[in-house]
């Protein structure tokens, strides 16, 4: 099933999406409005955002894994990420910690999951234009998408 390459990448993402788990339960309400300098959103829309970003990197990692690639250009993500910010903006605490962790579980199993076979499996990737990318290239953003989010909404209320 699984290998040494995949854990090693599943555990970096769990460790990732536990330090966002542990700011999003920290946050004040003032904290969680706070706007986030480069983001364009408050704390808890980034926050939110990272959370429902899971799901979409959960399918991107099955359509790479299988050769089927992903279909989105960076404009559909551009595009849903803009509608996103607008639903986002009063949901609370609680239920983006239940979205973080709930997602955040099923993005771990998978990545525990890819082969080496998968991991080195190349499919078009829509984002980057189509161009053709290993699957393992894919599967290192899901903890870098949430440690970039997270530190700049660290940064926004000065703590870490």
Do not use: K, Y
Request: aromatic fraction near 4%; hydrophobic fraction near 45%.
């Amino acid at each position: 099933m699984g290998s040494e390459r995949a854990a090693a990448l599943a555990n970096d993402f769990a460790a990732a999406n536990e330090e966002a788990l542990h700011f999003a339960g920290s946050c004040s309400d003032a904290e969680w409005a706070r706007h986030v300098p480069g983001e364009g959103w408050t704390v808890g829309v980034v926050l939110h955002h990272i959370a429902e970003v899971h799901a979409l990197m959960l399918r991107w990692l099955r359509g790479m894994a299988s050769g089927e690639g992903v279909p989105e250009s960076a404009e559909d993500i551009d595009r849903a990420n803009a509608e996103h910010a607008g639903r986002a903006e009063s949901v609370g605490q609680v239920e983006t910690a239940i979205l973080l962790a709930n997602n955040g579980a099923l993005i771990e199993q998978v990545l525990r999951t890819l082969s080496d076979d998968d991991l080195d499996h190349t499919a078009p990737f829509g984002p980057a234009g189509g161009r053709t990318m290993a699957t393992h290239d894919l599967a290192a953003v899901p903890a870098r998408h949430v440690r970039d989010h997270l530190d700049r909404a660290r940064g926004a209320i000065a703590r870490s």
